[in-house]
């Protein structure tokens, strides 16, 4: 049991971002409403870019930002173990421009569907598709 | 035995594949259109013609296409079997472009453009089959055979036209892509080869029950061959314009399906490999079962063209059964009625057309005394069905002697009784008809009495052909002549 | 200026499609030009590089001048030299054939369509000329957002499926994203070809095993592979035949590739087909594709969502071949994305010559369209023949190494599916043939009494079309060549 505790306590950065996930699935398959989807999408794809910036850390690490800037004493040595890991934000922030470019994309497409349906609820539209 | 390259072959399947745009931009100027048919039909025969004089010295032609698969390319390669079959279906190409312009004019058909460019596709991919040499290229021009002459076979676009095609399709598609194609697929991975050679290419590649396996694979994949239980597509096929049937379901079409048998045969499994699995005897029963099932129907049929179509799925097995017996005299035998049997059926074919063009009379029933009204083609129908049952003097006597002989070089004496009560039963479905329409009570002729035959076009080319019938029997060559070279190639006798 | 391929293929269309967004408020009319333009350098550069690549071997650019495992390299080796020529050509083809119908179903917004169209071709030629996993996620949103943009311009109905393809495509998108970050925390690299050096000693991780398959399920959901597929077929249904045409061949079989190329390059094959024990249930997943692909189109009275259950099925056959685990097979699936981007291609502009002049596309509209569009129905004929597999066009010569591979792996089951597939791909497009070619069927027979003469499509819709299908046929010829000189040496000499 104690086992179990501290491979979820250790390990728990995996734990909060499946569980994110799973949210984010759960409420683009269950929920009806177009919107609410969407923004699930976007849960799902916030928990990956939780879980990237979760690795990044180190214990006792600070920010990676370099104090003694440009000059004729800037070339100290650099301990990489002092510094958490800039790449994986560098990519999150692309990561994140995607997701947001995503979101309005999946935003203009529910407008197009709310003009030619008029209603964002899911059970509807297929209501009204097999009317058709 | 030699092999020269030359482009010879290329340029003989070409001829009528290059033909169709011509014919396409003559589609409104009816008498240009049909001379670009015969151009190209004569130029076709031509250029086989000349090839003939180098395969009867014994030497091969080959020609390289293109290198496709390692191991495996489109080739093409001129035998003796080949030019015998490219030599009939080229020949008679000619006289069956002369008899279509009666047909479809006497019958103001539609489409005829489309009609001949399917016809010229058509041939094309007949030659290539000839001259293949290997399973692949006879794969390629096998399938192309299929999809030209579906527009042939469904040509009137009607409802019964379309269940046809169907039908068609269902068993010629589908036993080439279901039977064939595996099976050749899985030679090629036990052999790493699918070129033609005088002793096959399978010998100690396989188990013999993966080998007896393929080898039924391939007989009844090429459903071309109307081997029962694949043959309904055949009476089926008649409601195509009976130029079609005529040219393709008693010459180039079946003609094919038992080619491609026969080659396999020898050139995939060959005849030591064959003997030693005693995969023969299953293969002439399976033929006797056609021939005897084949000519009984015939016997019951009232439409003059299922009769006919039901006469050559029984002459068909007669060429596997030759092949099957795997002695020598039979292979002949088996090879030489593939020429025999296409003089004299489309002799039948032409004059069922011709009857139809003159009369509008499709079944027996209504044609009693109509050898008052078309004398001459019905003589010529009396000459071919003579070819068929095999008495003199017509052509069709030579291969069934050969045959007979065969079966007894082979010593299957049942094959012997069936070759015999094939015959007799071939004459009881022919000699009634002829005597009707040549002999009957003046009160039951539905025909007066004055003589008024199909057009010229019509007539003319049957003559022709059932002159070539009896002509075969006295020179039967250079038929003759090409089957022994190739079945000394094949078993050294 | 040859050196700079790697780099023109990907710029110039993302700045042309710049240019062009400008275009399209300045003058529609210069939309057209600059994008052609833009494809055509494309395409050269393309076909460059394979002649390159052929000559000198493989090929690493260094963008920017970084190197790499920081840097992001470009890595053209033969397996991408042989994909990229195929994307740009077909792209590019379709451009020119579409002109007419953006024309015609969009006239006001001709300069957002060849924008979105441009950048799509970006992303997807990015895709395939990337060495670097992470740019590798970027490309593909690149290429998955302005895919939804294309498909949902069209029916009533495409908004509501883009929007569904638009979740599934995101999943699958983020899957690869995770997977490449477990590569990451393993490695330490995103580089390619520094991952699969680093990569050998953890095979037996579960990290590994994890980013493997978290990878495969993400590529598979954006490829269609059933059962991730229930996005594809009306997504591709309802968008506008130039889109739908672009996107039809290529999106999966890019996706295909990017498996391929997980596989081949940085998953070694010792790791995938001999580490982990998964080939024979791929193959066997990838049997019921082809086979509910066959038997879902089966149930279709429309021809294009009829095509889109196939292109379902023609995923089978490249999953299945690239997991028989022999080179044969693999032969076979690389030589299929060529061959199925062409034939896929073909089938769909000649819907869309439909769709420009009947205006629908079900199988009641298509009535007696071999008197009435013999060109384009004749190209149709072509290319079912090759998805039938009729030699000798291209599709009979990637069946037969698929089918041979699936003998030499005793995988009876896959030739099985194959064969399946040919013989219900005959009933498929049979029927749609008889209804073109017998109906309306006419009173009686004999006479010339066929209303109406020939109706074809444009020429600028018709030529290109033609020349696809005559390309069917020579790229089955040149077979031999393709694989000899090209496929060879992509696959590693380690796979029998």
């Known amino acids: 049991m104690t086992d179990l505790i501290s491979m979820v306590v250790a390990k728990y950065n995996f734990w909060i971002y499946i569980t994110l996930m799973m949210i984010g699935l759960y409420a683009i398959i269950a929920k009806n409403n177009l919107v609410k989807k969407i923004v699930g999408m976007n849960i799902f794809q916030t928990a990956i870019i939780l879980f990237y910036v979760s690795i990044s850390v180190k214990k006792g690490a600070t920010i990676p930002i370099l104090e003694h800037g440009h000059g004729p004493d800037a070339h100290h040595v650099v301990h990489a173990a002092d510094y958490i890991n800039p790449l994986p934000h560098v990519l999150m922030l692309t990561a994140i421009v995607v997701g947001v470019a995503t979101l309005g994309v999946a935003l203009a497409l529910a407008i197009k569907v709310y003009d030619n349906y008029g209603t964002l609820e899911e059970d509807e539209i297929l209501a009204q598709i097999r009317e058709k | 035995m030699e092999t020269i390259i030359s482009i010879k072959p290329l340029l003989a399947i070409l001829v009528s594949l290059l033909v169709v745009p011509l014919l396409v931009l003559s589609g409104k100027r009816p008498n240009v259109r049909e001379a670009c048919t ?147 697929l899985i030679s090629y991975s036990l052999a790493g080869t699918l070129d033609f050679s005088s002793q096959g290419f399978l010998a100690g590649t396989g188990s013999k029950t993966l080998i007896s396996i393929l080898c039924f694979m391939f007989l009844f994949g090429f459903a071309k061959a109307a081997i029962m239980p694949f043959h309904s597509w055949l009476p089926a096929a008649m409601v195509a314009p009976t130029p079609v049937s005529a040219l393709l379901h008693a010459v180039a079409v079946v003609k094919v399906g038992v080619f491609c048998v026969a080659r396999v045969l020898t050139g995939v499994f060959g005849t030591d490999l064959l003997l030693s699995l005693n995969l023969g005897v299953p293969i002439i029963y399976i033929a006797s079962f056609t021939i005897m099932a084949g000519s009984l129907i015939a016997l019951s049929q009232d439409n003059l063209k299922r009769l006919l179509a039901f006469s050559t799925i029984a002459q068909l097995s007669y060429i596997v059964l030759g092949i099957g017996l795997l002695s020598p005299k039979g292979m002949t035998g088996g090879m030489l009625h593939i020429a025999m049997h296409a003089f004299g059926k489309i002799t039948l074919f032409f004059c069922a057309g011709a009857i139809f063009v003159a009369t509008g009379k499709k079944n027996i029933s209504e044609m009693i005394g109509i050898g008052r009204r078309m004398p001459v083609t019905m003589a010529a129908f009396f000459i071919g069905s003579l070819s068929i049952i095999g008495m003199p003097p017509c052509g069709g006597f030579i291969s069934k002697w050969y045959l007979v002989l065969g079966s007894l070089q082979a010593h299957q004496m049942p094959i012997l009784f069936v070759l015999l009560t094939s015959s007799l039963l071939n004459a009881a479905y022919f000699m009634p008809f002829v005597y009707k329409a040549f002999f009957c009570r003046p009160e039951d002729a539905m025909f007066e009495n004055k003589v008024q035959e199909a057009p010229a076009f019509c007539v003319v080319p049957l003559v022709i052909t059932a002159t070539i019938s009896v002509i075969l029997l006295f020179y039967p060559q250079p038929f003759l002549r090409l089957a022994r070279i190739m079945v000394q190639s094949i078993t050294g006798v | 200026m040859s050196e700079q391929y790697p780099a023109l293929l990907v710029v110039v269309p993302l700045l042309s499609a710049l240019v062009v967004s400008i275009a399209g408020w300045v003058n529609k009319r210069l939309c057209f030009p600059i994008a052609v333009a833009a494809l055509g350098v494309a395409a050269w550069s393309a076909v460059g590089l394979l002649l390159r690549v052929l000559d000198k071997g493989v090929i690493v650019y260094k963008l920017g001048g970084w190197s790499p495992p920081m840097g992001i390299a470009y890595y053209i080796d033969y397996l991408n030299g042989l994909v990229l020529p195929v994307v740009a050509i077909v792209a590019f083809i379709n451009l020119i054939a579409n002109k007419k119908a953006v024309e015609q179903q969009f006239p006001d917004k001709i300069g957002p369509f060849y924008t979105l169209y441009l950048l799509m071709v970006t992303g997807l030629l990015g895709i395939v000329v990337t060495g670097d996993a992470f740019n590798l996620y970027v490309l593909l949103e690149i290429a998955a957002l302005t895919g ?332 031999g060549d393709i694989v000899n000189h090209v496929i060879q040496f992509a696959i590693p000499e380690t796979m029998v």
Not at chain 2, 53 to 81: H, M, S
């Open chain 3, 148 to 479: 939804y943009g294309l498909l949902a311009m069209g029916e009533e109905r495409a908004p509501l499926a883009t929007l569904n393809y638009l979740y599934m495509g995101t999943i699958g998108a983020c899957f690869y994203l995770l997977g490449v970050g477990y590569l990451y925390i393993v490695t330490g690299s995103l580089n390619m070809v520094d991952i699969a050096r680093l990569l050998p000693p953890l095979y037996q991780s579960k990290a590994v095993l994890a980013a493997f398959i978290i990878c495969m399920v993400g590529v598979w959901l954006k490829m269609a592979f059933f059962p991730l597929h229930a996005w594809l077929p009306n997504a591709y249904t309802y968008a506008n035949s130039a889109a739908s045409s672009l996107i039809a061949p290529l999106v999966t079989k890019v996706m295909i590739y990017v498996m391929i190329r997980l596989i081949l390059t940085v998953f070694t094959p010792e790791f995938v087909f001999t580490t982990l024990a998964l080939s024979n249930a791929v193959v066997w997943l990838a049997v019921i594709a082809i086979v509910m692909g066959a038997v879902l189109a089966l149930a279709e009275r429309n021809l294009k969502k009829m095509l889109t259950y196939i292109v379902v099925a023609e995923v089978g056959y490249m999953v299945g071949g690239a997991w028989l685990g022999n080179r044969d097979g693999m032969t076979g699936a690389i030589l299929h994305i060529v061959n199925d981007a062409l034939m896929t291609l073909c089938v769909f502009m000649v819907v869309g010559n439909i769709v420009y002049k009947v205006k629908g596309y079900a199988f009641e509209d298509l009535k007696g369209l071999f008197r009435k569009m013999p060109f384009t129905m004749g190209a149709l004929v072509i290319g079912a023949m090759s998805i039938i597999g009729v030699p000798p066009t291209c599709g009979f010569f990637s069946k037969w190494y698929l089918i041979v591979g699936a003998i030499s792996a005793g995988h009876y089951g896959f030739m099985a599916a194959l064969i399946f597939s040919s013989m219900v791909s005959v009933v498929l497009f049979f029927r749609v043939f008889e209804i073109c070619y017998f109906e309306p069927f006419a009173d009686h027979h004999g006479h010339d009494n066929h209303p109406g003469g020939m109706d074809e499509a444009p020429v600028s819709m018709v030529v290109p079309l033609l020349i696809v299908a005559v390309i069917l046929i020579l790229v089955g010829l040149y077979t």
């Open chain 2, 38 to 184: 015969f151009l190209a039909a004569a130029v076709k025969f031509l250029i086989i013609l000349s090839m003939v004089p180098v395969i009867l010295n014994g030497t091969q032609i080959v020609y390289t296409i293109a290198e496709v698969i390692p191991g495996v390319a489109i080739k093409l390669r001129v035998d003796a079997f080949g030019m015998l079959f490219a030599l009939v279906s080229s020949s008679l190409w000619i006289v069956t472009s002369a008899y279509s312009i009666g047909y479809m004019r006497g019958l103001k058909e539609h489409s005829q453009t489309r009609y001949f460019c399917f016809f010229a596709l058509a041939l094309s991919a007949t030659i290539g089959v000839a001259f293949s040499a290997n399973l692949l290229t006879l794969y390629l021009f096998y399938e192309m055979l299929s999809f030209a002459t579906y527009p042939l076979v469904t040509h009137h676009q009607d409802r019964e036209a379309r269940s046809s095609g169907r039908k068609y399709l269902l068993y010629i598609v589908g036993t080439s892509i279901g039977f064939v194609l595996p099976a050749m």
